[in-house]
C-alpha cells in the first residue's frame, strides 16, 4: 500500500514537469515563428510572400517532428532521449542567433525570385529547429500515458497547453520581445530557457547538472549578444518595430556625389530618402509629382498624405509652403520615431499625425474633405497592401475629397506586359470613382519604358475639377511632360479591384 502511494506522488511530479513541458515548448515555437520574421525581413522583406513561406516551412517542419517525436517515444520512451531532444533545439537555435546572417547574405546573393529564395531562407534556418521542437509534444504524451483508460485526458490536457504556450508565445513574441530585444538576442534567449525545460524530463543529477550548466552558458552568451552583438549584421541601424523591422543607412547620390540617408522597410527597395545637407529636399523623383496638387488646384491649403515613411513629403510641403497644413496617417509609430531621430521630422503647428490603418482611417463615417490627398502605402510590388487598391477605398477617398480636389496615387507596376496587372486593376477600381484619371510614368512617357517596372503616378479628379491650370507655373513644365497621353485602355482580363477580390499577389507573381 506504502508503495503505491509513492507511485502516485510519484506520477503527479513527472506529470506536473510533463505540462510544463509541453506549454513551454509551445510557447517556444511561436516565439521562433515571429522572431523569425524579423530575421529574414533585412534580407527579404515582410511581405505576404515572405510569411507565407516562413508559416508553411514551419508548420510543415512541426508535421515532420510530431510524426518522429511519436515515433521515436513508441521506441524509447524514456526522459533522458526528451532531454536530448530539447538540448538539441537548443543549440540548434543559439547556432541559428550567430550563423543566420552568414546564410542569408549568401541566398541574397543568389539571382532567384523573392518566392523561391524566401522558401530557401525559411526551410535552411527554421526547418531544424521546428523538427525538434514538434518532436516534444508526442514525447511528452507518451511519457505521461500510464494507461489506456487515461489517454484522452492525458492528451487532451497536453494539446490544450501546448496550444494555451503558443498563444502565450505570440503575444509574448510579437507585443513584448520584438520591441525589446533585436532578433538574434531572443534567439539566445530562447535557446537558453530551452536548455533549462530539459531539466524537468531528466532525472539523474548529472544529467540536470549538465543541462543547468549549458543554460548558464547560453544565458551568458545571451548576454553577450545583446551587450556586443552578433556577427555579421547588416550594416547601417537595424529597428525592429511593432510592425516593420526598419534599415537604415547611408550612401552617395551618384547623380550629384550628395550624401543620402535611406530608410528601408523592405530590401526590394528604398522606401524614403533624405539629402544629409538639405534635408527638405526631394530625392527621389516620383515624390516630386505630388506637387502637381498645387498645378491642378492652386489654392490647395489642406492636403492628407496616406503613408508617413521618412515623412519626406510632409517636410518638404512644410518647408516651402507655410500656408499649407498637412495630416498624415502613418501605422507605425516606430516608424514616426525613426524620422524624428534619423529624418530631421519636427513638431510644427500645420503638422498632424494619425497612427492607424490608411484604410481604417478611411472608414470613418464623420471626416474632413481636403483639397489633396496623396496616397503612398506601397512599400516594394512585393509588398502591396490590397485593401489599398479597391473601389472601396477609392469611394472612400472621393468623399475625403472636396468636389474640386485632387487624388495623387504612388504605384508600383509597368503600364503593359506581364508586370501591368496590378496597376491595371487599381487604375479600373479608382475610375469607378473617379472622372478623370491621368498617368505619369515616373521615368518617362516613351512607349519604350512602358514595359518597366517603374513608379507610376495616377492623378484623379471628379467632375467639378479643372484639369488644366490657369496660370502654369513653369516649375511643374518637367512634370507634366511626363504625363501618358497615349490612350490607355485596361486589360479587360484584370478585374476591378475590390474589397472581396483583389489578386494582387497574383499580379505580382507574374513579375518575378
Known amino acids: 500500500m506504502t508503495t503505491d502511494k509513492n507511485n502516485n506522488s510519484h506520477t503527479v511530479k513527472i506529470n506536473a514537469r510533463l505540462q510544463l513541458t509541453s506549454f513551454f515548448s509551445g510557447a517556444a515555437t511561436m516565439i521562433l515563428e515571429m522572431t523569425g520574421s524579423r530575421l529574414v525581413a533585412p534580407f527579404f522583406g515582410t511581405s505576404l510572400i515572405v510569411w507565407t513561406a516562413l508559416i508553411g516551412i514551419i508548420m510543415t517542419s512541426l508535421c515532420i517532428g ?4 511519436g515515433s521515436v517515444a513508441d521506441k524509447r520512451p524514456e526522459g533522458k532521449l526528451l532531454g536530448r531532444i530539447l538540448i538539441s533545439a537548443a543549440l540548434v537555435i543559439a ?3 550567430y550563423v543566420s546572417n552568414y546564410i542569408l547574405t549568401g541566398l541574397q546573393g543568389i539571382s532567384m525570385n523573392i518566392y523561391l529564395a524566401s522558401v530557401i531562407a525559411s526551410l535552411v534556418i527554421f526547418a531544424v529547429p521546428s523538427v525538434l521542437l514538434g518532436m516534444v509534444s508526442p514525447f511528452v504524451a507518451r ?3 500510464l494507461n489506456v483508460d487515461s489517454s484522452g485526458a492525458v492528451v487532451g490536457r497536453l494539446s490544450a497547453l501546448n496550444a494555451a504556450g503558443s498563444i502565450l508565445g505570440t503575444f509574448l513574441g510579437g507585443f513584448v520581445l520584438i520591441s525589446l530585444f533585436p532578433s538574434g538576442v531572443i534567439l539566445m534567449l530562447l535557446s537558453s530557457i530551452i536548455a533549462l525545460l530539459s531539466v524537468l524530463v531528466y532525472t539523474g543529477a548529472w544529467r540536470k547538472l549538465i543541462s543547468v550548466v549549458l543554460f548558464m552558458a547560453l544565458a551568458g552568451g545571451t548576454f553577450a549578444a545583446k551587450t556586443f552583438g552578433l556577427p555579421f549584421s547588416p550594416i ?7 510592425y516593420n523591422h526598419l534599415s537604415i543607412v547611408e550612401s552617395i547620390d551618384t547623380r550629384n556625389g550628395r ?3 535611406v530608410l528601408i522597410t523592405n530590401p526590394d527597395a528604398a522606401q524614403s530618402l533624405m539629402y544629409t545637407d538639405n534635408p527638405s529636399e526631394l530625392v527621389s523623383e516620383y ?3 505630388y506637387d502637381l496638387a498645387f498645378h491642378y488646384k492652386p489654392d490647395t491649403k489642406k492636403v492628407l498624405m496616406l503613408g508617413g515613411g521618412g515623412y519626406c513629403v510632409p517636410r518638404y510641403l512644410l518647408s516651402e509652403k507655410q500656408d499649407v497644413s498637412i495630416d498624415v496617417v502613418e501605422l507605425d509609430p516606430g516608424v514616426t520615431e525613426a524620422a524624428r531621430t534619423y529624418f530631421d521630422l519636427k513638431d510644427n503647428d500645420n503638422l498632424r499625425i494619425f497612427h492607424e490603418d490608411a484604410r481604417t482611417f478611411l472608414n470613418r463615417s464623420k471626416h474632413e474633405q481636403y483639397d489633396a490627398v496623396f496616397m503612398d502605402t506601397f512599400n ?5 497592401p490590397f485593401q489599398m487598391t479597391t473601389v472601396e477605398t477609392a469611394e472612400r477617398l472621393r468623399k475625403f475629397l472636396k468636389p474640386d480636389g485632387v487624388l495623387i496615387v504612388n504605384t508600383i507596376a509597368s503600364l503593359y506586359g506581364p508586370k501591368s496587372g496590378v496597376f491595371h486593376g487599381i487604375y479600373k477600381a479608382f475610375s469607378s470613382a473617379f472622372s478623370t484619371m491621368m498617368i505619369f510614368p515616373a521615368n518617362a512617357p516613351d512607349p519604350k ?3 518597366a517596372l517603374q513608379n507610376i503616378i495616377l492623378v484623379a479628379m471628379g467632375d467639378t475639377a479643372s484639369t488644366v491650370s490657369p496660370t502654369p507655373d513653369a516649375k511643374f513644365t518637367g512634370l507634366l511632360s511626363h504625363q501618358w497621353l497615349e490612350p490607355f485602355v485596361p486589360d479587360h482580363n484584370v478585374p476591378a479591384f475590390t474589397d472581396a477580390f483583389a489578386p494582387v499577389e497574383r499580379y505580382t507573381l507574374l513579375q518575378h
Do not use: C, E, H, P
Not at 510530431?66 to 517525436?69: A, E, H, Q, R, V
Not at 547601417?236 to 511593432?242: A, E, L, N, S
Open 66 to 69: 510530431n510524426w518522429l517525436g
Open 95 to 97: 547556432g541559428t542567433a
Open 143 to 145: 511519457l505521461a500515458m
Open 236 to 242: 547601417g541601424v537595424q529597428i525592429d518595430t511593432r
Open 259 to 261: 550624401r543620402v540617408r
Open 287 to 289: 515624390t516630386k509629382f
Open 380 to 384: 516594394s510590388w512585393t509588398s502591396i
Open 449 to 451: 519604358y512602358a514595359y
